[in-house]
């Protein structure tokens, strides 16, 4: 490195001292205006460049040991290391990326050899990778055959999980089956477990159409007594209110045995089995007795869920829903019984009917004010509201419309309703025909092997209230606690009626540990004979 002034000293100029190794020619070179110069400026020149030199040679030492030798300027020296200082890349290792995505799109579309053995994790792919020589393209096909792998190992477990879960939830839990017998069992050797329900002074009061009417269909005891408990409990009037439980043969002794020995007065309960209906035969239902009787029905209900189903063309959530579809309850006589309430009261002008998976939490007296404009049905929409997973159901999620007669009735876009909290007025009701509706489309569905829609009771019930329902606020029955774990809990509070539609139930060791309280709540744990079966323990 030299410096070089002019004999006139207006430059000065910086050269390369061995003749070429950035280039051979000069680094830099000042021009010093003549009028302005001096020599103290001269001198705090010179100080300045002493200090930058070493640096400037550090710096071009650098480029000459990497190899950069065909710079010829600082320009150069700066594109070749100002990405280095600034932490950046040179583009090796992009050209490195581009040339591995080339690869693995390549491989994308060949299939991974039957043989190829596939590391068990990652760190064994790595010892693999250091003790064989493997090609790229090797190497992305065994990366791969890994994740296809771990695809299906993770698909298959999520329907296995689906599976058990279907089958926890039809399962009837051994403290409710413990409390069955137990009151079963009460209802032969004690008299005061036999007594009527009601007495017989209250009897008018069971047609008195100035009181609130509910009807609960249930063989689920303890279910059965929270719904009546929440009801009684958040009334404002509960001497108004009238429940009628009904229930199938083999429980009507244990649930009559419960609210025998446990009322809830001044609210009156009775309590029926189908079996004291005279005119609920097989004659008047018959399509209840195909569906219960035909064996391929029963084997859609009760089979093999999985043999005959393709797993790989089917997603899991479409899965949950055909295994919830297949649910034993739907070829009950206590869930198609709602259809019949009209001849189940004939007494009755206006009722509302309850599911066992729900909870009271406020007084549902304003339900009989509101006018349904001559409809039959005041139900809750389930197409709008805040929660898109739970309201977001229209016909096209019930329906195939695939089928002719689907496409030819309905619309897909039409919104649906809940069944689960009703209001239904019998006086309209009977004007229409409804029931004969309702039966109708279930022959067609058995007639075309089950494949006109997917769920249990609602699809043939929106297609025959189609027409005669009237839709009411939201917040009188809040939906999907059964499935929906991300439930909103300032909304449950402020809910009249929670459902917990849904295969979780709050009974169940699969219900939502979150969601639960907001029913335990009403579980009378002092009862003997619930601490005698350890339920909820």
Known sequence: ?????????????????????????????????????????????????????????????????????????????????????????????????????????????????????????????????????????????????????????????????????????????????????????????????????????????????????FVLSTDNILAASVVVNSGVQSSLKPEKIVFHVITDKKTYAGMHSWFALNPVSPAIVEVKGVHQFDWLTRENVPVLEVVESHYGIRKYYHGNHVAGANLSDITPRSFASKLQARSPKYISLLNHLRIYLPELFPNLDKVVFLDDDVVIQRDLSPLWEIDLNGKVNGAVETCKGEDKWVMSKRFRNYFNFSHHLIAKNLNPDECAWAYGMNIFDLRAWRKTSIRDTYHTWLKENLKSNLTMWKLGTLPPALIAFKGHVHPIDPSWHMLGLGYQNKTNIENVKKAAVIHYNGQSKPWLDIGFEHLRPFWTKYVNCSNDFIRSCHILE
């Open 1 to 213: 490195m030299q410096l070089h002034f002019s004999p006139s000293m207006r430059s000065i100029t910086i050269s390369n001292s061995n003749g070429g190794c950035v280039g051979g020619g000069d680094l830099m070179k000042i021009k010093v205006a003549a009028r302005q110069f001096s020599y103290r400026t001269l001198f705090r020149t010179i100080l300045i460049l002493a200090f930058l030199l070493p640096f400037v040679f550090i710096l071009t030492a650098l480029v000459t040991l990497e190899g950069v030798n065909k710079c010829s300027s600082i320009d150069c020296l700066g594109r070749r290391l100002g990405p280095k200082l600034l932490g950046r890349s040179d583009g090796s290792g992009q050209k490195l990326v581009k040339d591995f995505v080339k690869i693995l799109n390549q491989v994308n579309s060949e299939e991974v050899p039957a043989g190829l053995k596939l590391p068990e994790s990652y760190s064994q792919l790595v010892s693999e990778i250091k003790n064989n020589k493997y090609s790229a393209k090797e190497f992305a096909l065994m990366l791969k055959g890994m994740m296809e792998r771990s695809e299906r190992e993770i698909r298959e477990s999520k329907f296995a999980e689906l599976m058990n879960k279907h089958f926890a939830a039809s399962a009837v839990p051994k403290g409710i089956h413990c409390l069955s017998l137990r009151l079963t069992d009460e209802y032969s050797t004690n008299a005061h477990a036999r007594k009527q329900l009601p007495s017989p002074e209250l009897l008018p009061l069971l047609s008195d159409n100035s009181l609130h009417h």
